[in-house]
């Protein structure tokens, strides 16, 4: 078989659709009865899937749960880069900020944290690679862990003990701490 009459590989399809229907019912589920009562096949039964499917890529409700919570987020976005750093980091504290200002968007982050445990979160994995991503392009000004500590930890704090206190940030203001100076 030549490389032109090879199959191609199908993006989307019924896979897609599947995957689709999967996210909707966990949120909806999260947003219902929280993270901690959502089950393999209570999410097959509101998805219409085989809960068989779920455990195929999943494994387990929890493990499900973090790979959602790292989605919801859409690590495929591109990160702002108008060549201005500060700017950027601001515009992307203020796109986590409105995110998890969604109730059932915070609600899979707790999930995603809790069925992490231990381990580091695929949703805190993904932030990080994007902390890295500006270090990198604030030629050594801050690293990325930096971000993480100023920029990230007093947002997602605020995501999971304090959520009505979202609207009340201003992203500028911890971007401005990472640089070293106060609005």
């Not at 973090?66 to 859409?74: G, P």
């Amino acid at each position: 078989m030549t490389a032109e009459s090879s199959p191609r590989r199908r993006t989307g399809g019924r896979s897609a659709a599947v995957l689709a229907s999967i996210r909707k019912a966990v949120e909806e589920l999260i947003a219902e009865r929280g993270s901690d009562a959502i089950t393999v096949p209570m999410v097959a039964e509101r998805a219409g899937v085989n809960h068989s499917s779920i455990y195929r890529r999943w494994g387990d409700a929890r493990t499900m749960i973090n790979d959602l919570a790292t989605y919801r987020l859409d690590p495929e976005r591109g990160l702002p880069d108008t060549g201005d750093v500060r700017a950027d980091l601001a515009v992307w504290a203020q796109e986590m900020i409105g995110h998890y200002g969604v109730p059932v968007n915070a609600a899979i982050l707790r999930g995603g944290a809790a069925a992490a445990g231990e381990s580091e979160s695929d949703c805190l994995r993904d932030r990080r690679a994007e902390a890295a991503a500006f270090a990198a392009r604030s030629g050594g000004v801050f690293s990325g862990d930096d971000v993480i500590d100023r920029v990230v930890a007093p947002i997602i704090y605020r995501v999971i003990f304090l959520p009505w206190t979202l609207s009340e940030i201003d992203a500028r203001a911890y971007v401005d701490e990472l640089h070293g100076r106060h609005p």
